[in-house]
């Protein structure tokens, strides 16, 4: 259960996800991929490294390798020559290099539906199996990052001190409707408009309904 309940109301959360959808019906994450593959490989990399960067080097290394196999196939220091330019490439190649090993031999070469083999995979914790989950499956789940966090404690929509608390805040306030889409209008809003130190509240979708502005005592949000 969540450490604590929203600080919006039922009608006020509903509110937020439809405006989210008015203006986004589809989101989609930047991370480019075509294969839930390709986006596990994406993800995992992705830890303390800018989409762009990411982006970037997986660019270069799909057109050669984009299967368990064909990374394999390339051997670990050929794999880190791809992937050098992105921080901690060397732990975060070992933990690619291992998974293709492991997803070819617990399954069959391919990204598993399910949240535990995910967790079993070297580098792939709760968020980076969330994210897999929502993306490549569709499964009605939220990978909480820093953005999210932030976004969910500053508006009141989820508030808690933990990710996995937001994470389960979230699942519980959220209307089922929104679920899928939910990871991306966050992580989108976070990223662009609610961002940490200059937030763009002049233009947000959501200031009218955001408790940090009510709290802060900003124009407009009596």
Same mark, same amino acid.
């Given at each position: 259960?969540? @450490?604590?309940?929203?600080?919006?109301?039922?009608?006020?959360?509903? @509110?937020?996800?439809?405006? #989210? @959808?008015?203006?986004?019906?589809?989101?989609?994450?930047?991370?480019?991929?075509?294969?839930?593959?390709?986006?596990?490989?994406?993800?995992?990399?992705?830890?303390?490294?800018?989409?762009?960067?990411?982006?970037? !080097?997986?660019?270069?290394?799909?057109?050669?390798?984009?299967?368990?196999?064909?990374?394999?196939?390339?051997?670990? $220091?050929?794999?880190?020559?791809?992937?050098?330019? &992105?921080?901690?490439?060397?732990?975060?190649?070992?933990? &690619? #290099?291992?998974?293709?090993?492991?997803?070819?031999?617990?399954?069959?070469?391919?990204?598993?539906?399910?949240?535990?083999?995910?967790?079993?995979?070297?580098?792939?914790?709760?968020?980076?199996?969330?994210?897999?989950?929502?993306?490549? #499956?569709? @499964?009605?789940? &939220?990978?909480?990052?820093?953005?999210? #966090? /932030?976004?969910?404690?500053?508006?009141?929509?989820?508030?808690?001190?933990?990710?996995?608390?937001?994470?389960?805040?979230?699942?519980?306030?959220?209307?089922?409707?929104?679920?899928? /889409?939910?990871?991306?209008?966050?992580?989108?809003?976070?990223?662009?408009?609610?961002?940490?130190?200059?937030?763009?509240? !002049?233009?947000?979708?959501?200031? $009218?309904?955001?408790?940090?502005?009510?709290?802060?005592?900003?124009?407009?949000?009596?």
């Amino acid at each position: 259960m969540p @450490e604590t309940r929203g600080l919006l109301s039922p009608r006020q959360v509903a @509110e937020v996800f439809a405006r #989210f @959808e008015a203006a986004s019906p589809e989101p989609k994450g930047e991370l480019d991929h075509t294969t839930p593959f390709e986006l596990l490989v994406a993800v995992v990399l992705s830890a303390q490294a800018t989409d762009k960067g990411v982006n970037q !080097a997986t660019a270069r290394l799909f057109r050669v390798a984009n299967t368990p196999a064909a990374i394999r196939a390339l051997g670990l $220091d050929g794999l880190k020559e791809y992937v050098k330019t &992105i921080g901690l490439y060397n732990t975060k190649a070992a933990n &690619i #290099f291992e998974a293709c090993r492991l997803l070819l031999e617990r399954h069959g070469g391919e990204v598993p539906r399910d949240r535990a083999a995910l967790e079993a995979l070297p580098g792939v914790g709760r968020k980076t199996a969330n994210v897999v989950l929502n993306t490549a #499956f569709g @499964e009605p789940v &939220i990978a909480v990052d820093t953005h999210i #966090f /932030r976004v969910a404690n500053r508006t009141g929509l989820a508030p808690g001190k933990t990710p996995l608390a937001v994470e389960q805040g979230l699942l519980a306030v959220v209307p089922t409707r929104y679920l899928r /889409r939910a990871h991306h209008w966050l992580i989108l809003h976070g990223r662009y408009v609610c961002t940490a130190r200059n937030p763009r509240c !002049a233009g947000c979708l959501i200031a $009218d309904l955001c408790q940090h502005r009510k709290a802060s005592g900003e124009p407009g949000t009596a």
